[in-house]
């Protein structure tokens, strides 16, 4: 595994939680990251992404002004800050990375964390 997705649980409508997607072992330092969710019986969807320099930031039209994506590249970590969560937020979210820039198509990105579960209740 080379990328590990920590930080899921359960939590209130409402309520915070912070993604952190590791790296341990390698270097993905000059990648593009991004966050995908899965939610049960739907198909991967987007979340969010950025540039290695964190100058570009991308985000799903759903979770805009509520999901911060952040990187530290001296630690090889990302994260997802989660405000405001919603029920339908409630998905299996996956980090990656990609050598091709940002971007909200999951082919592009070639390194994927195993997904950490995020549990949204009402």
């Known amino acids: 595994v080379q990328l590990q997705a920590s930080g899921g649980g359960l939590v209130q409508a409402g309520g915070s939680l912070r993604l952190s997607c590791a790296a341990p072992g390698r270097t993905f330092s000059n990648y593009a990251k991004g966050w995908f969710r899965q939610a049960p019986g739907k198909e991967r969807e987007f979340v969010a992404a950025m540039t290695w320099s964190s100058d570009r930031t991308l985000y799903a039209v759903s979770v805009k002004g509520r999901f911060t994506i952040s990187r530290d590249n001296a630690k090889n970590t990302v994260y997802l800050q989660m405000n405001s969560l919603k029920p339908e937020d409630t998905a299996v979210y996956y980090c990656?990375?990609?050598?091709?820039?940002?971007?909200?198509?999951?082919?592009?990105?070639?390194?994927w964390g195993q997904g950490t579960l995020v549990t949204v209740s009402s």
């Open positions: 990656a990375a990609s050598s091709w820039g940002p971007s909200s198509d999951p082919k592009l990105y070639v390194y």
